[in-house]
T-cell receptor, first 114, second 114 residues
Framework: EAQVTQNPRYLITVTGKKLTVTCSQNMNHEYMSWYRQDPGLGLRQIYYSMNVEVTDKGDVPEGYKVSRKEKRNFPLILESPSPNQTSLYFCASSRQGTIPYEQYFGPGTRLTVT | RKEVEQDPGPFNVPEGATVAFNCTYSNSASQSFFWYRQDCRKEPKLLMS???SGNEDGRFTAQLNRASQYISLLIRDSKLSDSATYLC???????????????FGKGTKLSVKP
């Protein structure tokens, strides 16, 4: 089954404790992206990757890191989480061409930082 | 600053009604436009891409007005299953890598009642 998987689905952590949220897709998509969704603010793009070893900042990259060493994986790293990073996080992937194609989203990771 | 504006709603309509959603975007260099649907606590899913000439998919019609930087979505004969939040999505830049930067509107909530 074609899908985007995220782990963990739920995470409660404390301020300053490094964490990684994994994202994996089995559709051989070139493009992958991370978003956060907050009430009243909608979905905001954190980072995106057009292909392996190519990453770019989205609109809210501060406090996050990403890497794209393999095509299928795009982990999101929070080196020192803070309470304002409490949010619902979505990973997405799509084919890549001259225009963006349909994005397939993972089920989301609900992160709480205390 | 790149922005996408939508009426947050909620739109409460009876079954069978026709409902229209509007969206404006600020970046005149944007090249690609989409409507996504998001059910409560679920990941967004592509409803339709929006083409310059306008396009229709069953009960759904999307229109783009580049001069006014305006996108619309019309739902005819609304069903209970259409109840969801509808997200307007615009690419953040012109051709090239910045096409990977996607800007989401905050969404318009639709509730279809029996």
């Amino acid at each position: 089954e074609a899908q985007v998987t995220q782990n963990p689905r739920y995470l409660i952590t404390v301020t300053g404790k490094k964490l990684t949220v994994t994202c994996s897709q089995n559709m051989n998509h070139e493009y992958m992206s991370w978003y956060r969704q907050d009430p009243g603010l909608g979905l905001r793009q954190i980072y995106y990757s057009m292909n392996v070893e190519v990453t770019d900042k989205g609109d809210v990259p501060e406090g996050y890191k990403v890497s794209r060493k393999e095509k299928r994986n795009f982990p999101l790293i929070l080196e020192s989480p803070s309470p304002n990073q409490t949010s619902l996080y979505f990973c997405a992937s799509s084919r890549q061409g001259t225009i963006p194609y349909e994005q397939y989203f993972g089920p989301g990771t609900r992160l709480t930082v205390t | 600053r790149k922005e996408v504006e939508q009426d947050p709603g909620p739109f409460n309509v009876p079954e069978g009604a026709t409902v229209a959603f509007n969206c404006t975007y600020s970046n005149s260099a944007s090249q690609s436009f989409f409507w996504y649907r998001q059910d409560c606590r679920k990941e967004p899913k592509l409803l339709m891409s929006v083409y310059s000439s306008g396009n229709e998919d069953g009960r759904f019609t999307a229109q783009l007005n580049r001069a006014s930087q305006y996108i619309s979505l019309l739902i005819r004969d609304s069903k209970l299953s259409d109840s969801a939040t509808y997200l307007c999505v615009v690419t953040g830049g012109d051709y090239g890598g910045s096409q990977g930067n996607l800007i989401f509107g905050k969404g318009t909530k639709l509730s279809v009642k029996p």
